[in-house]
């Protein structure tokens, strides 16, 4: 990447003075009112406070993105990689796939994905990635600008879909990729997957140092890693605590605060994020408070979000006084916690990256869902087939009809998209949605 | 007179339907009539008709069901039709099982615990394949009577296979067939069968349960019942009034209401 002194004066300026100090007031105001009119305080606790935080760490985290070009190297990566040796470059690490979340939360997704259809891109493709390419071609985002990238790093971990993506993007940008291959896991991960896969990191290194034109401080590379252990642990309990009765927060909490471990892995700001995020539950779990208010069933959720239909479905399950507490989606990002070994920094990034959930087979994720029933106390299970994401989607007919056989819980497959609000039908879902809730009672 | 206790009401996509148990939750009235867009409407006239042949029904519980169900004011309760047929088959037919309900925009599988629970079920995907509209789309296009396509189908010895499970696709390759000279009975008996498979996969999908049921309208079309029959390997039963089981589960959940306020 080429430095600009004017870019680096402008990112200062920008972010540091005057963005840090708007998003500061901001935050303080937010934290200072009560939950927005329009929160139904009926059926949900009050918004956590530490929403406040949230809003204050995305923000900021797209504002740098606006600035960065020019001041420090760029690198779009998906959402599996080890994004450590990045962090230890001083890259700015953008995640298409949260910025595709985001478009999809603000309802901007339809919009941006029908510029990529419009080139040629099918429908049948993931709706991360037609957001994203639809975003690169138009120049759409409901966050100002982003970043051009200097460097595209791909990580097979979650499905094949980010290799031809990013191939799209390489060629788009015309800058290096780097794709880390990860052989899926059937049982346990063999010992040459890992060897294999940690070579794979050991090679990125000199291309993202060329690209960053700096060298990889190893000192840093570790602290890096242990700020990683240390948030995705600390996320990890925040979950945990959804095993009490009442849940403390729900999984539609923790699809909106779980932005920061994924996208901002391995910062100091991100553990303090989590640390502050724990004792607020931990205070609502003293106090005895409920994220839904008359909790009366616990229900499990698979598969990603409905991005797009979140509070609306948040608000009808809690209205009928059923609260979502657990999810196999964001324990993807803490589960692995224990893995992480600062000391080791490329053998267990090896280790750790080769088996997050959708790189594993699927009887693991059917062993996963079992155990959660059990610890978590749950009455059932929506398990959402997303027409996007093949990977996650795939297996989810068995595991349904395993829970019912060996728990007797009813479960429910819910068509839709997490993305794309066009593969969702509002009146087929609550058919059976209603029906769903009947069963519980 | 007073002999009615309980009123279910069942407004589904293409027909709508009433019915009156006793104390006992005997059906002992009942009523059908095309969908109209006017829901309230239409029930306001269902009622009136009611009290006219049954008297007066002040104070009898009401409870909706089908697609249209929060259209309807009059209803004291709403409940969906996966609870309401699983409730109306096991009084008539006085076991579980899994049912099948072929309606007029969508089928559902619905497996009912020994004493009349719903298990676990499963509905048509997000479009009209496997439902009573795909073969009233290409009754029309055929030129056949809907009620005749059955007989029709069965008469045949040939079949010829219909590939696209999509309602406007599965047209457009009928058309092209009877441009090239095939007979309509060959084509019928293919578009039975390519509806049957979509709806025993949905079976499959929920693990058959023996005895195997069916109730919903499509199913007074004799070959339906037999290929599914054929398809499965079991034997089919069917309550005596299988278009009404909706509006007749309603019904009985509105008499439970009512014996649990007296109580
Ligand atoms: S296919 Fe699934 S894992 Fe891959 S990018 Fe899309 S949502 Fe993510």
Known sequence: MKRDWRASIRYYWNVKVLGNAYLRWQRWRMERKGPPRRWRTDILAPPLKIGARTKELISRHYLEGRYANGHKPVAWVTSGAPVEILQALGYYVLYPENHGALCGARKVSVEISTEAENAGYSRDICSYARTDIGAMLSGKTPVGKLPKPDLLFACTNICQTVLFWYRVLAEHFKVPLIVIDTPFVYTSPQEYSIQYVKKQLENAVPIAEKVAGRKLSYKKLKQVMRYSRMAAELWLQVMERGKNRPAPISVFDQFIHMAPIVEMRGKPETVDFYAAMLREVDDRVKKGIGAVRNEQRRLLWDNLPIWYKLRELSEYLAERGVAVVASTYTMAWGELAPLIDPEKPFESMARTYIQPILNVGTGKKLEKMKRMIEEYHLDGAILHSDRSCKPYSIGQVDQRNRLIRDYGVPALLLEADHNDPRSYADEQARARLDAFIEMLY | ?263
Not at chain 2, 65 to 91: M, S
Not at chain 2, 128 to 134: E, L
Not at chain 2, 214 to 240: D, F, Y
Request: net charge neutral; charged share 25%.
């Open chain 2, 1 to 263: 007179m007073g002999r009615i206790s309980a009123i279910g009401i069942d407004v589904g996509s293409t027909t709508a339907k009433i019915v009156g148990v006793d104390e006992g939750g005997e059906l002992v009235w009942k009523y059908i009539e095309p969908a109209h867009p006017r829901v309230e409407e239409q029930v306001d006239r269902f009622l009136r008709k009611l009290e006219e042949e049954n008297g007066p029904i002040d104070g009898i519980p009401i409870v909706a069901t089908g697609y249209g169900r929060n259209l309807v004011h009059q209803a004291t309760r709403k409940v969906t039709e996966i609870t309401c047929h699983a409730l109306g088959v096991f009084r008539q037919l006085g076991h579980g099982g899994t049912l099948i309900d072929i309606g007029g925009q969508d089928s559902k599988v619905i497996v009912i615990g020994p004493s009349g629970e719903v298990v676990d079920f499963a509905m048509n995907d997000k479009c009209a394949a496997g439902t009573g509209r795909f073969l009233e789309n290409t009754a029309g296009r055929l030129m056949v009577k809907l009620d005749e396509m059955g007989q029709l189908a069965l008469s045949s010895e040939e079949e010829v296979p219909i590939s696209s499970t999509c309602t406007v696709f599965a047209e457009s390759e009928i058309i092209s067939m009877i441009a090239h000279g095939v007979r309509v009975e060959p084509i019928l008996k293919g578009l039975h069968r390519s509806l049957v498979k979509r709806v025993v996969a949905m079976v499959r999908s929920v693990g058959l349960v023996p005895p195997l049921m069916l109730s919903g309208g499509v199913v007074k079309n004799p070959a339906i019942r037999k290929m599914i029959e054929e398809e499965t390997g079991q034997k089919v039963t069917m309550p005596e009034h299988p278009q009404f089981m909706g509006a007749y589960g309603a019904a009985l959940i509105a008499l439970r209401g009512k014996r649990r306020t007296n109580a």
